[in-house]
């Protein structure tokens, strides 16, 4: 039971980026999916979080507008689309899957303790 993020790397404000996160051992179909952030000295924060049932989304007010997440349950990937990037959106990025919680949940409360973890792939927005 894997989660793999990929697509971080360094980009200069005002660019964007599309992070994928791919499952494996697992069906996504059966999970809620979210995309949480961690800057150096600052708590894990929900960016954005997609439910397993509806596909309703959460997203941080830091984001909307900006961050788009979606999921290819064929591919058994979810994706963050990032636009307009910040510097304050530098950070490492982590996804992970909860076979109960909502995606509001999930996103409201992210020190929760989310069934899968993936490895975290680092976002830096700089010029």
């Known amino acids: 039971v894997q989660l793999q993020a990929s697509g971080g790397g360094l980009v200069q404000p005002g660019s964007s980026l599309r992070l994928s996160c791919v499952a494996s051992g697992f069906s996504l179909d059966y999970f809620t999916m979210g995309w949480f952030r961690q800057a150096p000295g600052k708590a894990r924060e929900g960016v954005a979080c997609i439910d397993k049932s509806d596909g309703s989304p959460y997203y941080a007010d830091s984001v909307k507008g900006r961050f788009t997440i979606s999921r290819d349950n064929a591919k058994n990937t979810v994706y963050l689309q990032m636009n307009s990037l910040e510097p304050e959106d530098t950070a490492v990025y982590y996804c992970?899957?909860?076979?109960?919680?909502?995606?509001?949940?999930?996103?409201?409360?992210?020190?929760?303790?989310?069934?899968?973890w993936g490895e975290g792939t680092q976002v830096t927005v700089s010029s």
């Open positions: 992970a899957a909860d076979f109960t919680l909502t995606a509001q949940a999930m996103g409201t409360y992210p020190e929760g303790n989310m069934d899968v």
